[in-house]
């Protein structure tokens, strides 16, 4: 690997790892944060302000909408057929395991790492995977967890509504008065990095029961997202 590769992908991670780090030592340190009322925050107003504004301000073929979305969609059963066949393989109960190995946490890291990556046509795409990996969170993979989905949960949500405000204000290429964006741009500002830094004390918070267990499933994880993110990406020739 180049330097200059190294520098580059350095500079995408490190600011995940400085933000979550900080909530990390935040918490450690034993100071004072509200995780309930900063996650209501930033899920019901930072962020869908972060999508609209970032769906309205990006400049990308249009149709790529739609394929990142079904993209999205195979990727997942994809993902979910996997896990299930290993899950069995390993004789671990598919029902508890196969919807946390499948649904990935695409808000707090995914959403940054697009963004750092790529820019705002990234961040854009980014929130399409998003959008779609939480409604069928909330449907299917409720429905296999716990025998039934929760559709109300999905309606309710407010990144919901922003995902189809954005994508209908981009389609209809809708460009609104240079206020609402900023205004838009400002509010959801916040959203990353409290993301990051709440996830930073989460991790502080965490208690693991079986490590071994966990690191394996986590290395499947991994293998088995690597696996159907580089074929599916070959496949619809992304």
């Known amino acids: 690997m180049s330097v200059a590769l190294f520098a580059e992908i350095f500079s995408v991670i490190a600011p995940l790892v400085v933000l979550a780090g900080a909530g990390w030592l935040w918490a450690v340190r034993g ?6 009322q ?23 073929d249009r149709t790529m909408i739609g394929t990142m979305a079904f993209a999205t969609v ?3 059963v994809t993902f979910m057929a996997i896990n299930a066949a290993v899950l069995r393989a390993m004789k671990l109960s598919v029902r508890d395991y196969v919807s946390g190995l499948t ?10 790492l697009s963004l750092f990556a790529y820019g705002q046509p990234g961040l854009a ?3 399409i995977f998003f959008a779609v990996t939480s409604l069928t969170n909330f449907t299917l993979g409720q429905s296999i967890l716990a025998g039934r989905g929760n559709l109300g949960t999905v309606l309710r949500s407010p990144m919901i509504w922003a995902v189809l405000i954005g994508v209908a204000g981009n389609l209809a290429e809708l460009h ?10 400002t509010a959801g500002g916040i959203a990353i990095p409290l993301m990051l830094f709440t996830l930073g004390v ?10 071994r267990r966990g690191l394996l499933l986590s ?20």
């Open 31 to 36: 100071k004072p944060f509200q995780i309930e």
């Open 38 to 60: 900063i996650s209501l925050l930033v899920t019901n107003f930072g962020t869908p302000c972060l999508v609209i504004h970032a769906l309205l301000a990006a400049e990308i």
């Open 74 to 76: 195979a990727a997942i």
């Open 103 to 112: 649904f990935p946490n695409a808000g707090n890291a995914g959403l940054s």
């Open 125 to 127: 795409l980014g929130i």
């Open 176 to 185: 609104p008065p240079l206020w609402v964006m900023r205004s838009l741009q």
């Open 202 to 211: 989460s991790l502080a918070t965490l208690k693991v029961n079986d490590l």
């Open 219 to 238: 290395v499947l994880r991994l293998l088995a997202g690597l696996a159907a993110g580089f074929g599916l990406s070959w496949l619809l020739d992304l």
